[in-house]
Structure formats: C-alpha cells, structure tokens
C-alpha cells in the first residue's frame, strides 16, 4: 500500500477522473463551426475528398469527414474546428453540422430503444469487427481500454466471442470478403443486440465510399443505435457516445 501512495504522489493519477469533463490538447479537430463569411463555394467543396462538404448554403457531414482540416487551412474564416469531441449521435442526420450552427451534437432519446436503458445500463460487452479496417479506429478501441481512459470501470468491455456481447463495433468500410463474417457474427450476437459504427469508414465508407470492393448491405437491413464519427475517432468520443446510448433516462 505504501509503494503504491509513492507512485501516486510522484506520478499523479494515471486514468482521466471524469472522461465526461477531460479537455484535449487544441491542435484536436472536433466538432467545426461554419461561418457565415461568403467564399467561392465550389472551391471550397471541391477541397473536401469525401465529398462531405455540400453548398448553399455550407454544411459538413461529419459521417462523411476525415477531418484532416484541408478545409478550415483554406478558409479559415469560413471553417474552424472545436475541441468538442462529444460528437457521436444515434440520428445519422445529426452529424450534418450547418452554417451557423454552433451546437453540441446529441443523442435522441426517442430514438434509443427501450431495451438498451434496461438491460444494458451498468454492463455492456461489445465485440469489435474489423470489417476492412485500416488499423487506425482499432488502436483507437484499444485505448479506450487502457489506463488512462479506462473504460471499464463504466462495465464497458470488448469481449473475444459475439455469444459473450451484448452488440458489436464496426469498424472499417466493409470490404466483400468481411461482409459474411460482419453477419455471422451479428446473428451469433445474443438479442437484443445493438450496433455501433465506429469511425468515417464505417458510417459512410470514407475515401472508399463506392468502390466496387464494398458491400455494405448489412447496414441498410440492420438498425443502427449509435455512429462515432472521426478519423480515427476519438477514445473520448466512443465512450462519451456509449456512455450517453445506455444511460439510465426517465420516462413519460
């Protein structure tokens, strides 16, 4: 017990206490802000590689963006982004973030089903699909079980067997040779299960968006219950979404 106090007072905490409060370091793209200045447009969407940069008037599909900032060095009185890394959200169109709007994204409470407060608040095991997957949003999972994020002490873990988890993680744009795997271990997944898309790939398919080598069919028979947008996403960003999807909420 004594050596451990030492360590303590040389080393300070080693975990975030409150991973709802942490604050990130500036150079942290998180949720944009769009402005109301007027610029070329067409230049400005044309910056965007994903294409999630529409116009008239501007908006950024943060399901769509890679945020690696192009447009914000370009314009920078147009575009800037926050340090906001509450950016996960359970209603696809909430990730549209318009010209003017400066607000937090959020959950809809009417969207979450009513299983998921019941039975899944205080517990929650997930397994993690790498579903095409370039490596970067799973080292990002990773970390969300380390010592500095500590993920489960919420009883937010990854388990090795789908017939141990309560939902799964995708991550990845879902390439054709992992779309079998993707539904095998859904079905294998114990109901009610949720599904979790982790990262640009995954919502929308990224830079990868179109390409033949895709099949992404199982999303559009499968009810989505929350989307973590980032490129890689952020540790903070996946367990302040989890956290917010399975919390206890009143009802009416």
């Known amino acids: 017990m004594l050596n451990n106090l030492k360590i303590l007072y040389h080393q300070g905490k080693q975990y975030i206490p409150d991973v709802t409060k942490a604050k ?41 963006c890679t945020f690696c900032g192009e447009c914000a060095f370009a314009f920078p009185e147009k575009i800037r982004f926050t340090t906001d890394y509450k950016i996960a959200t359970n209603d696809r169109n909430a990730l549209i973030i318009h010209q003017g709007q400066d ?34 949003c799973e080292q990002e999972l990773n970390a969300c079980s380390n010592v500095n994020f500590d993920m489960g002490r919420f009883g937010i873990e990854f388990v090795a067997s789908p017939r141990h988890a309560d939902g799964i993680v995708i991550t990845g744009p879902i390439s054709e040779n992992m779309a079998e795997p993707l539904q095998i271990c859904y079905d294998a997944t114990p109901d009610p299960k949720i599904i979790i898309l982790a990262g640009v790939d995954a919502i929308s398919g990224g830079i990868f968006a179109g390409s033949p080598a895709l099949n992404r069919k199982f999303l559009e028979n499968n009810k989505i219950d929350l989307y973590v947008p ?20 009143k009802r009416v």
Do not use: W, Y
Not at 111 to 123: D, H, K, V, W
Not at 234 to 239: C, G, K, M, R
């Open 24 to 64: 990130v370091p500036g150079i942290f793209r998180g949720r944009p802000v769009i402005s109301a200045e007027k610029v070329d447009e067409e230049k400005l969407i044309n910056i965007c590689p994903t294409g999630a940069i529409q116009g008239s008037p501007i908006s950024i599909d943060l399901g769509k």
């Open 103 to 136: 607000v937090p994204v959020e959950l809809d409470p009417v969207l979450i089903r009513r299983e998921i407060q019941e039975m899944f608040n205080g517990s929650l095991k997930l397994r993690q699909v790498s579903a095409g997957g370039d490596n970067s």
């Open 230 to 249: 980032g490129n890689p996403m952020h540790p903070l960003t996946f367990i302040n979404g989890v956290l917010e999807l399975i919390r206890q909420r």
